[in-house]
């Protein structure tokens, strides 16, 4: 699938994508489970380092998510491209939910794969971020 920005990857045959509130995002939903869900794209980089913008913006989420925890965010490299790993949950009105997402930054763009389900069915959802990260271009 081709996604804001350029970006292409893979997701799970027959889920519905559409676009997000957020500019340069579209989400990919189940069809048989709507609370499981994979989001792609890709925006202009921040004015801030990777790891500076990430905390922002992990800052400002934690402050409107009840039961935010960190599972993981660190900085790291992406097929040679500075990137970044954020792992975490919260709870949302239907329950826990479990996200990880990864960022990386190529030619002046951000771009994302994230896959977001109830903390329950994240098992599932492992070789699906898996495979969208290993064939997302750039």
Same mark, same amino acid.
């Not at 069915?121 to 492992?126: G, K, L």
């Given at each position: 699938m081709t996604g804001p920005a350029g970006i292409r990857t893979v997701i799970p045959e027959g889920w519905t994508v559409a676009p997000t509130q957020s500019a340069g995002s579209v989400q990919a939903t189940d069809p048989a489970d709507s609370s499981r869900f994979v989001r792609y794209g890709g925006s202009a980089v921040p004015n801030a380092s990777i790891m500076e913008s990430h905390l922002e913006a992990e800052s400002d989420f934690a402050a409107a998510r009840p039961g935010y925890s960190r599972v993981e965010l660190a900085q790291t490299t992406l097929r040679g491209y %500075?990137? &970044?790993v954020w792992e975490f949950e919260w709870t949302a009105p239907e329950g826990r939910r479990h996200v990880k997402a990864e960022y990386w930054r190529a030619s002046g763009t %951000? #771009?994302?794969? #994230? !896959? $977001? $389900?109830?903390?329950?069915?994240?098992? %599932? /959802?492992?070789?699906?971020?898996? !495979? /969208?990260? %290993?064939? !997302? &271009?750039?």
């Open positions: %500075e990137a &970044i %951000e #771009y994302f794969v #994230y !896959a $977001s $389900s109830k903390a329950a069915d994240w098992p %599932e /959802m492992v070789p699906i971020l898996t !495979a /969208m990260t %290993e064939n !997302a &271009i750039p």
